[in-house]
């Protein structure tokens, strides 16, 4: 009687761990699904980067998780003013202020609907005040719509040299599918100043508008020494974000630098850095 018992309980319990391996081995490509989906988000989820750049050789002169793709705040905004130059010819042309450019999040230049301004001020207020709602606006006069103008964009990128980036809008503010690398962000930087009027603007500590009076918030134009332009760039997700280019001895040197806390002491450590080499 005590066998019986006994054989009947190990086939119950041999059945039983069957079932559960069936059951595990069944379930295990949605895991590894779940796995990977997870593994692509974290690919792009922010981390400390930068990379210092020889603008005139393109050689890379310092660097760390330069080719990381991740969200690159207003940066982007160096790639919406470019685009722009090379689609627009008239700058002093001026255009009523639509509803939605008053609607931005963000930073701002503060537009009013119904105002006239020209393309020109509109630059000088992307670039120096990082105004969202300025990004908003030059992107339906250029092309039609944030979805039309990210085409645009990405065909400057791509122009650029830039391989490893993404743009659905012109001011940067956080979308999945809105990425790019330190890397890549030195090579469209550098393809910009290629341009005399957008390495004017980027240069300018402030600009004297019609509406108003634009000051630059990037301080490594008064902080570094043979500085020439860049871009700053925040939000929450990004972290802090800055793009600085500077000239010492005919040396031309493009330093992006994303999700530092202390963006400003780490990339002049990095431009003296990148002025030693050779």
């Given at each position: 009687?005590?066998?019986?018992?006994?054989?009947?309980?190990?086939f119950?319990?041999?059945?039983?761990?069957?079932?559960?391996?069936?059951?595990?081995?069944?379930?295990?490509?949605?895991?590894?699904?779940?796995?990977?989906?997870?593994?692509?988000?974290?690919?792009?989820?922010?981390?400390?980067?930068?990379?210092?750049?020889?603008?005139?050789?393109?050689?890379?002169?310092?660097?760390?998780?330069?080719?990381?793709?991740?969200?690159?705040?207003?940066?982007?905004?160096?790639?919406?003013?470019?685009?722009?130059?090379?689609n627009?010819?008239?700058?002093?042309?001026?255009?009523?202020?639509?509803?939605?450019?008053?609607?931005?999040?963000?930073?701002?230049?503060?537009?009013?609907?119904?105002?006239?301004?020209?393309?020109?001020?509109?630059?000088?207020?992307?670039?120096?005040?990082?105004?969202?709602?300025?990004?908003?606006?030059?992107?339906?006069?250029?092309?039609?719509?944030?979805?039309?103008?990210?085409?645009?964009?990405?065909?400057?990128?791509?122009?650029?040299?830039?391989?490893?980036?993404?743009?659905?809008?012109?001011?940067?503010?956080?979308?999945?599918?809105?990425?790019s690398?330190?890397?890549?962000?030195?090579?469209?930087t550098?393809?910009?100043?290629?341009?005399?009027?957008?390495?004017?603007?980027?240069?300018?500590?402030?600009?004297?508008?019609?509406?108003?009076?634009?000051?630059?918030?990037?301080?490594?134009?008064?902080?570094?020494?043979?500085?020439?332009?860049?871009?700053?760039?925040?939000?929450?997700?990004?972290?802090?974000?800055?793009?600085?280019?500077?000239?010492r001895?005919?040396?031309?040197?493009?330093?992006?630098?994303?999700?530092?806390?202390?963006?400003?002491?780490l990339?002049?450590?990095?431009?003296?850095q990148?002025?030693?080499?050779?």
């Amino acid at each position: 009687m005590t066998i019986k018992i006994s054989s009947f309980f190990k086939f119950i319990f041999a059945t039983a761990l069957s079932l559960v391996l069936l059951f595990s081995f069944s379930v295990m490509p949605n895991s590894t699904a779940y796995g990977d989906n997870k593994n692509k988000t974290d690919a792009k989820k922010p981390i400390p980067a930068y990379c210092v750049m020889d603008m005139d050789t393109g050689k890379i002169l310092v660097s760390s998780n330069e080719n990381h793709q991740q969200g690159i705040a207003s940066l982007t905004k160096v790639v919406t003013a470019i685009t722009v130059l090379e689609n627009m010819e008239y700058l002093e042309k001026k255009y009523c202020v639509p509803k939605s450019a008053t609607l931005v999040e963000g930073s701002s230049i503060y537009l009013q609907k119904g105002e006239p301004i020209s393309v020109k001020e509109l630059l000088y207020g992307l670039m120096l005040r990082s105004g969202n709602d300025s990004a908003h606006m030059l992107s339906q006069i250029i092309g039609g719509s944030n979805e039309g103008f990210g085409e645009l964009m990405n065909e400057t990128a791509i122009n650029a040299g830039a391989t490893d980036s993404n743009f659905t809008n012109p001011h940067g503010l956080d979308e999945i599918n809105h990425y790019s690398t330190a890397y890549d962000l030195c090579k469209i930087t550098s393809y910009a100043m290629k341009n005399p009027t957008f390495s004017e603007i980027s240069g300018s500590k402030k600009y004297q508008g019609e509406r108003t009076t634009y000051f630059n918030k990037n301080k490594m134009l008064n902080l570094y020494d043979g500085a020439t332009g860049g871009k700053t760039g925040y939000t929450k997700k990004c972290g802090r974000c800055l793009i600085t280019t500077a000239t010492r001895e005919g040396k031309n040197l493009v330093c992006v630098v994303l999700n530092q806390p202390d963006m400003w002491t780490l990339s002049s450590s990095l431009l003296d850095q990148g002025f030693t080499k050779k």
